[in-house]
């Protein structure tokens, strides 16, 4: 069994990212938030292993773009 813990973001990003998931196979917030971790831990793991603060500010960025963060 897989354990789980609890990650908090505002009502009005859960409520955005709700909107942005409809018609889409993400079945919920957590799904989508999953994948976006998963992601991004892959992409770095496959460079070197590291987040640097420029790697970081990236990322930052490519969520803001996609609406995700303000």
Not at 16 to 22: C, G, K, P, Q, S
Not at 28 to 57: K, M, P, W
């Amino acid at each position: 069994m897989t354990d789980y813990t609890t990650v908090s973001i505002p009502r009005d990003l859960a409520d955005r990212v709700d909107e942005t998931i409809e018609g889409t196979s993400f079945s919920s917030t957590s799904d989508l938030v999953r994948f976006l971790l998963r992601s991004i831990v892959i992409q770095h793991q496959q460079q070197d292993g590291t987040l640097t603060e420029s790697d970081f500010e990236e990322i930052t960025d490519q969520l803001r773009d996609l609406g995700y963060l303000e």
